[in-house]
């Protein structure tokens, strides 16, 4: 497997198909706009699902349509909200996102932060009313397209425990981080406060295969499983990254979700912790997301930077390696040979996700492309 031809998850011929990447991104936008999306709200919107896929993270692509089409249906998220902001500075706004897709309310608030950087040195940009998002990532890769330092984060329903608890009150609460270098790719951080979020063992579902232990426990505290069982609906709880006990640093992965919630949550003025709701309803989500944009020229010129970070992934990828390991990769590096792969080649689609989201198109007239 080359750089030239590199897949972050290789995709076995008879589960799935290929689809090229603007034709599935056109299709999602058709329809999203079917349901009276805005066609701008519904170009972004749909380019962050696609971006997941493109990136290796099916868990946040296209086998998410369903989930905004039924908040959509149900009446809780709004096609055409009234974005508005609420308080502003030279350096700082919040928005009230009047709980429309969480994409579009996101991408003016990006909008803002790289503005506000680029003429005061840095833009923070808080956000309520807000619906899920899509790949923390794709915020910060926006920003870091701009030449900015990124930091993006939001929370999410409830799903996981704090460490020493059996109950959903914290949200997976990711965060990116983006850094440009001089060389490509750029620095891209974007995970979960948890093991793993809860789509991605909704993919292991899909597929029927067992996860792995220490992701998910059950009421009763031990250890799951069998994905149909690791579900929400079905009681599964997941763990902070770390896992179940401090021995591993589960403690940390706690305290780093409590940082995010801090930011996302409390300080925007959104729902909070067990408040917030599910995409679909039956009540508005209210999601928080808080994003900051830094200009690096505050500090030293760009170019200086550049060839920092440049020589930082230089000493990182010269690291001795572990019998068990090829090569050190850096944050981002994958998903991003990922995406020129599978722009060449096609984007590969879960052949259950493709029957469910053919069928969503169907419904409103849109055909799935060939």
Not at 55 to 79: A, C, F, T, W
Not at 97 to 108: A, E, M, N, T
Not at 194 to 218: H, L
Request: proline share 9%.
């Amino acid at each position: 497997m080359t750089e030239e031809l590199f897949e972050k998850v290789p995709a076995p011929p008879e589960d799935y198909i290929r689809v090229p990447a603007d034709k599935l991104k056109e299709f999602v936008k058709k329809v999203f706009m079917a349901y009276d999306v805005p066609e701008e709200d519904a170009e972004v919107t749909a380019d962050v699902l696609v971006a997941a896929d493109l990136r290796g993270i099916e868990s946040h692509g296209v086998q998410r349509l369903k989930r905004y089409i039924d908040g959509l249906k149900n009446g809780v998220v709004k096609p055409r909200p009234n974005i508005k902001i609420v308080r502003e500075g030279p350096t700082y706004a919040l928005i009230d996102g009047d709980f429309g897709l969480g994409q579009p309310i996101s991408w003016k608030a990006v909008k803002i932060a790289i503005e506000k950087a680029k003429k005061n040195y840095i833009g923070m940009v808080g956000v309520y009313h807000s619906n899920h998002h899509g790949i923390e990532g794709y915020w910060v890769m926006k920003m870091v397209e701009e030449d900015l330092i990124g930091l993006a984060t939001t929370n999410t329903r409830p799903l996981a425990a704090p460490t020493g608890g059996l109950a959903r009150v914290i949200g997976t609460n990711p965060i990116a981080f983006g850094a440009p270098t001089k060389t490509p790719p750029p620095l891209i951080v974007d995970m979960a406060s948890t093991i793993v979020p809860s789509g991605k063992i909704e993919v292991y579902r899909r597929k029927a295969k067992p996860i792995p232990e220490g992701w998910v426990v059950g009421p009763d505290g031990k250890y799951i499983t069998d994905p149909e069982k690791a579900m929400p609906a079905k009681g599964g709880i997941l763990l902070p990254l770390g896992g179940l006990y401090e021995l591993m640093g589960g403690h940390k992965g706690y305290c780093l979700n409590l940082i995010l919630e801090v930011l996302s949550g409390v300080l925007t003025g959104s729902a909070l912790s067990y408040d917030v709701g599910p995409t679909q309803g039956p009540k508005p989500s209210n999601v928080g997301h808080f994003f900051l944009a830094i200009n690096v020229e505050a500090f030293m010129p760009l170019d200086k930077f550049k060839e920092r970070m440049d020589e930082l992934i230089k000493r990182l990828k010269s690291t001795p390696l572990h019998p068990e390991f090829k090569r050190i990769w850096i944050p981002g590096e994958k998903s991003y040979l990922t995406t020129q792969t599978r722009l060449k080649i096609g984007v590969p689609v879960y052949k259950k996700v493709y029957e469910e989201i053919k069928k969503i198109g169907e419904e409103v007239g849109v055909k799935f492309p060939e």
